[in-house]
Nanobody, 116 residues
Framework: VQLQASGGGSVQAGDSLRLSCAASGRSISSYDMGWFRHVPGKPREFVAA????????YYADSVKGRFTISRDNAKNTVYLQMDSLKVEDTAVYYCNAGSSFPGKYWGQGTLVTVSS
């Protein structure tokens, strides 16, 4: 499966962004899906995940209450709604898919820059 992330950009602190991850090559309906982020010089960090079967959602403590992950299996797309963005949310965001989380499929990343 190929994953194409989009929706990144440069915003002010407090603003919102919605990231999309469009999959092709295979249906994501059976995959756990998620988002990670990476800042150069730091380890890749888990952000959010959503299960394939139950659609249960999981979040890093740093984004809980501000970010929402969702999926639209009919559109083969997973989303990350990011509200109340903070400067420390600045990173390259990657989507991830697999039979179990974290999966073996990765998107190319989309840059989110939050300025004060």
């Amino acid at each position: 499966v190929q994953l194409q992330a989009s929706g990144g950009g440069s915003v002010q602190a407090g603003d919102s962004l919605r990231l999309s991850c469009a999959a092709s090559g295979r249906s994501i309906s059976s995959y756990d899906m998620g988002w990670f982020r990476h800042v150069p010089g730091k380890p890749r960090e888990f952000v959010a995940a959503i299960k394939s079967t139950s659609s249960n959602e999981y979040y890093a403590d740093s984004v809980k209450g501000r970010f929402t992950i969702s999926r639209d299996n009919a559109k083969n797309t997973v989303y990350l709604q990011m509200d109340s963005l903070k400067v420390e949310d600045t990173a390259v965001y990657y989507c991830n898919a697999g039979s179990s989380f974290p999966g073996k499929y990765w998107g190319q990343g989309t840059l989110v820059t939050v300025s004060s």
